[in-house]
């Protein structure tokens, strides 16, 4: 049967970030905790949380029972004219956990679009204020999202070469450390007035190869921003929901940005869904009698009442007492690992955030997503039974919270081989 699925597989699909001459997809026929079955029967443990998703196991029953009890109710409706009390209510459960800064929630489908819907959001406020700043702040190695305004403000690269002269102007920083704080200040400075916004991911530059950086010096750099007039959007796309060890990257922090975006974790993985959250300052710059004045930006499915019920049952799992002793236990393990890792020969840097873990590996070549390094790491995996997808070089591990002790353990145990083997 897998072989068939395959071949019918490659009939038919075209697969993300696949070259598919090379590459074959395994057909995954079931989903269970932290663990994924092959259509062979082989079990395989989701140590990436199928691409950083899925946070509290595959076909969780609570998010299976509120999904389809939603389904039976109401399965959508249109989202302008109407509302529903789903919504409602993941509006409400967010913003109480958010800083008190967020007054309003606006939905859309996935990541790139909760991007696109901030970066709106901010270009028109200054439309709207009769300002004219059009230009975005990023940091270098930074990702967004593939839809053309989240790949412009995303670190350009081989995956962006062919849209280069498509894709609209945008100012990089460095991420921020002690040494050079200052002299990006006086950088930004020069730039103020015509910048819009600054869009970055806090602590953890994930598909960037999980780069880190302080939350103090983080913090900073918003604080130097606000003062120079320009908008944050803090993109919590990937490290909401417990990633970084707390609810939210921007708990941290001690400034709250303009704007915050999230997707991945918020449905627990189960469906798809984005929001992207505002100020009251910001939803007050559209409120007004003047028709025109709208934030015109929607999809089809906004606010999808099945993804906001799984949105609603995954922050039920989130918040109990044994998902929150999970993260603190996960984040023990990761760091007892990356001590006993420290100084091996093979490995260029070893860090982690939270549940975040990330390897180095050395290479002759300089770190990169195409690195044959992938080629040797990405089957010696999958023979032992576990889904990890590095980075080029760069191993990382992102596992869902009820990943056990023992598997967790033998995640590590099995990096150690191929640090001995490859
Ligand atoms: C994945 C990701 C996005 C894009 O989300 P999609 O749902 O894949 O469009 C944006 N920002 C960050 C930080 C991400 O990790």
């Known amino acids: 049967m897998q072989d068939e699925l395959i071949q019918r597989d490659q009939r038919v699909n075209w697969h993300p970030y696949t070259q598919m001459k090379h590459d074959v997809s395994i057909p995954i026929v079931r989903g269970e905790g932290s663990y994924l079955f ?26 299976t029972q509120r999904v389809s009890e939603q389904l039976a109710t109401l399965e959508q ?26 007054t309003k929630v606006f939905y859309t489908d996935n990541g790139s679009t909760a991007i696109e819907v901030a970066l709106k959001m901010c270009v028109q406020y200054h439309y709207q204020n009769q300002q004219s700043k059009t230009k975005i702040l990023a940091f270098k190695n930074g990702y967004h999202g593939d839809t053309f305004g989240a790949m412009s403000v995303s670190g350009r690269g081989l995956w962006t070469a062919p849209f ?16 050079n704080l200052a002299q990006t200040k006086a950088f930004i400075a020069t730039h103020a007035h015509e910048i819009a916004c600054f869009v970055y991911e806090p602590l953890v530059q994930g598909a960037g190869g999980m780069l880190m950086h302080k939350a103090a010096d983080l913090s900073e750099l918003m604080e130097f921003c606000k003062h120079q007039g320009i908008l944050l959007i803090q993109d919590e796309i990937f490290v909401g929901f417990g990633r970084t060890g707390k ?33 009251q300052a910001i939803y007050d710059a559209f409120y007004a009698d003047d028709k025109t004045k709208a934030l015109f ?13 799984a949105a609603l049952a995954s922050l039920d799992l989130l918040l109990n007492a044994e998902t929150t002793h999970n993260i603190q236990r996960i984040v023990a393990q990761h760091q007892g690992f990356v001590a006993l890792l420290k100084h091996h020969p093979k490995i260029k840097e070893v860090r982690f955030q939270g549940t975040i873990f990330a390897l180095e590996w050395k290479t002759d070549e300089n770190t990169s997503y ?26 990382y591990l992102v596992p869902p919270y009820c990943i056990s002790e ?17």
């Open 164 to 179: 280069g002269e498509l894709l609209f102007d945008v100012i990089f920083i460095d991420v921020p450390t002690q040494a």
């Open 297 to 309: 930006h929607g999809h089809s499915f906004t606010a999808n009442p099945l993804a906001c019920a």
């Open 370 to 395: 195409f690195s044959d390094m992938n080629q040797a790491l990405y089957p010696f995996f999958l023979e032992r039974g576990i889904l990890m997808r590095p980075l080029g070089n760069i191993i």
């Open 38 to 63: 092959d259509a062979n029967g082989k079990r395989y443990i989701d140590a990436v949380s199928s691409w950083w998703v899925t946070l509290h196991g595959h076909a969780h029953p609570s998010i």
């Open 247 to 279: 609810l939210f990257a921007v708990d941290h922090l001690t400034e709250t940005p303009d704007i915050m975006c999230f997707s991945k974790g918020l449905t627990g993985g189960t469906m798809p869904l984005g929001i992207t959250t505002a100020t």
């Open 406 to 422: 023992t598997d967790l353990g033998f995640v590590y145990k099995t990096i150690l081989e191929a640090l001995d083997q490859i």
């Open 77 to 102: 409706v249109i989202f302008a004219g109407f509302t529903h009390p789903t919504a409602i209510e993941l509006s409400e459960r967010l913003l109480a956990l958010l800083p008190d800064n967020q």
